[in-house]
């Protein structure tokens, strides 16, 4: 685990995330460094297109292309069909926001942050997106209007945030 944080920690600089090569399966993986919010993510050899996506400023989806069901964070498999016959989708980045939360009791991984917040919004497209907010918590209200923006975080790699629409 030490040696892919080092790979991963290189690989920021590369890559704009905190990726390692995984010895055994020779595939690229995610290095979970920070709390993250890709839990449901499809199988490791197709999170690339995902990374990618977000370092060409895109926030994508998979759409089962039986049902049209979109799935955010990305799912390889869709529930209803039983199916995994997916096609990427390049969400709109806009939305409402539906609640939030200020976290106050940081994870240790977290210590260098202030106090942050994490927000559900729901997306034009019908998903919904878990992702810290960007700005002050006191100054929004659940229905409002939302973008999510493509950040760099302070480890130097790129993560999703929701920031809330002026007016
Ligand atoms: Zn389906």
């Not at 995330?17 to 595939?27: H, L, N, Q, R, T």
């Not at 690229?28 to 490791?44: A, T």
Request: proline letters at 6%.
């Amino acid at each position: 685990m030490e040696d892919l944080r080092k790979a991963a920690e290189t690989n920021i600089k590369e890559y704009g995330f905190p990726v390692a090569i995984d010895e055994k399966s020779g595939a690229l993986q995610w290095v979970d460094m920070r709390e993250l919010h890709l839990k449901y993510i499809i199988s490791i050899e197709n999170i690339q297109e995902f990374f990618e996506g977000l370092r060409d400023g895109k926030l994508l989806a998979t759409k089962c292309k039986k049902c049209g069901e979109l799935f955010f964070p990305p799912q390889k498999d869709c529930p209803t069909c039983m199916d995994s016959d997916m096609e990427w989708f390049e969400l709109k980045k806009e939305g409402v926001l539906e609640t939030l939360t200020v976290i106050f009791v940081r994870p240790p991984s977290f210590s260098a942050y202030e106090p942050y917040t994490v927000a559900i919004a729901k997306l034009d497209d019908g998903v919904r997106v878990t992702a810290w907010l960007r700005g002050d918590p006191q100054k929004v209200r659940p229905g409002q209007r939302v973008k999510i923006e493509i950040a760099k975080r302070k480890e130097g790699y790129l993560m999703y945030e929701i920031v809330p629409v002026e007016g």
